[in-house]
């Protein structure tokens, strides 16, 4: 089953503001990953954040992690048009050692 | 940083026909790989974990029988969806881990399979 659970499944805003994409998840976890991936193309890798770490940048991306709620947060500042993508939040299972790839969250970005 | 190739890109066959996919490391070794398939719209759902020299560990509700994986060197897996049918139509795509390191998983580009 499923282990990330993403909030919301789509998302349309304006060029320019910024995009939020919420993950849950069910099991303690080594890491977390957010990938990108374009309509019919393979899995591009955005950020990984390690369990014990709180908040990361990656130039305008910001992930949060909380791990006592088992959640995490993707957040794009002034969006782009070439942002339009599903992006998508895979755990990293502890144990299992397998990433588990949440529903995605389908964003759209208007020109 | 790591490439990971899938060869062929997309495929189209007939029914009850079989069909292999490879999955290359192309500048690292790779002991583990994934492979998953994905539906249209859908999100990546986990098939199994291929390691090398060993049988895949497959994910409940995957059959093995018919998902054929091997792993027989440390930079090439291969899938085989053997008779396949129309409802195996989807994306699969494949991700390898650089030298054992779970933070490391690179991911190939997918291969597009259509069954008639």
């Known amino acids: 089953s499923q282990q990330g659970e993403e909030d919301p499944q789509a998302l349309s805003i304006q060029e320019g503001e910024n995009a939020t994409m919420n993950c849950s998840y069910k099991t303690s976890i080594n890491n977390l990953q957010w990938y990108r991936q374009n309509s019919g193309r393979g899995l591009v890798h955005l950020i990984l954040i390690r369990s014990n770490e709180r908040e990361k940048h990656s130039g305008r991306l910001r992930v949060t992690l909380d791990t006592s709620k088992k959640s995490s947060s993707l957040l794009i500042t002034a969006s782009r048009a070439a942002d339009t993508a599903s992006y998508f939040c895979?755990?990293?299972?502890?144990?299992?050692?397998?990433?588990?790839f949440g529903q995605g969250t389908r964003l759209t970005i208007n020109p | 940083g790591a490439v990971v190739s899938q060869h062929p890109s997309w495929v189209i066959c007939k029914s009850g026909t079989s069909v292999k996919i490879e999955c290359r490391s192309l500048d690292f070794q790779a002991t583990t790989m994934f492979w998953y398939r994905q539906f249209p719209k859908q999100s990546l759902m986990l098939m199994a974990t291929s390691n090398e020299g060993s049988k895949a560990t497959y994910e409940q509700g995957v059959e093995k029988d018919k998902f054929l994986i091997n792993h027989a060197s440390l930079t090439l897996s291969t899938l085989t969806v053997t008779s396949a049918h129309p409802e195996d139509s989807s994306f699969y795509i494949c991700s390898a881990l650089a030298g054992g390191n779970y933070n490391e998983q690179f991911f190939g580009p997918g291969t597009r399979l259509t069954v008639l």
């Open positions: 895979a755990p990293f299972i502890q144990g299992a050692q397998k990433l588990v």
